[in-house]
């Protein structure tokens, strides 16, 4: 059974920084491309990063530069480096495995996600 646990959120004041984490189990995780997809209140969920299993990274525009995605194939672990935080950033967060070139999520079920909210 697939499991996608995320932790570490929080709130953060608008220009910090914070990190993500992600433990999956249930599927072969180092040959997985793996996402960070977030859900701001209102708004569809989206793709933010995504890491392949050469460690090849891609962004959405609106985190390029700021974010960093990175994954510990002994640990089964995605990582999402959080800098310079906006309040736009605001969001619950969730990684899942991605479908290439679709970017599509992989696996129907989702983690219960991390809230992060940028605030003052």
């Known amino acids: 059974q697939v499991q996608l646990v995320e932790s570490g959120g929080g709130l953060v004041q608008p220009g910090g920084s914070w990190r993500l984490s992600c433990v999956a189990s249930g599927f072969i995780f180092r040959v997985a491309a793996m996402g960070w997809y977030r859900q701001a209140p209102g708004k569809q969920r989206e793709l933010v990063a995504h890491?392949?299993?050469?460690?090849?990274?891609n962004y959405a525009d609106s985190v390029k530069g700021r974010f960093t995605i990175s994954r510990d194939n002994a640990k089964n672990t995605v990582y999402l480096q959080m800098n310079s935080l906006k309040p736009e950033d605001t969001a619950v967060y969730y990684c899942n495995a991605v479908r290439i070139p679709t970017m599509s999520p992989f696996f129907a079920s989702w983690g219960q996600g991390t809230q992060v909210t940028v605030s003052s």
């Open positions: 890491i392949t299993t050469r460690d090849s990274t």
